[in-house]
């Protein structure tokens, strides 16, 4: 698949909300909703590892953490501008 665009990487139903944080960066990206079972997209299918990056409005970041709320039913994913 490659390095994954956050805006198309989830289906927008369910009742998960994604919402990105990003570290030492100004700009926002739009919250989504996922299904449980979409919580595979968050783990490439190659390498069996979890994306260490992934393209919001086709700007490269580095994934720094991946946060899960189960009681509030929320992921957070936490970005960073990639270096070089």
């Not at 944080?21 to 919250?31: M, P």
């Amino acid at each position: 698949m490659g390095i994954p665009e956050y805006l198309i990487l989830f289906s927008n139903t369910g009742n998960i909300d994604v919402e990105v944080k990003f570290k030492d960066h100004q700009g926002s990206v739009a919250n989504v909703k996922m299904t449980t079972d979409e919580i595979v997209k968050l783990i490439d299918p190659r390498s069996h590892e979890f994306y260490t990056e992934m393209k919001f409005d086709d700007w490269l970041f580095e994934i720094c953490k991946y946060q899960i709320d189960p009681l509030n039913r929320k992921i957070t994913i936490m970005a960073r501008k990639k270096r070089g």
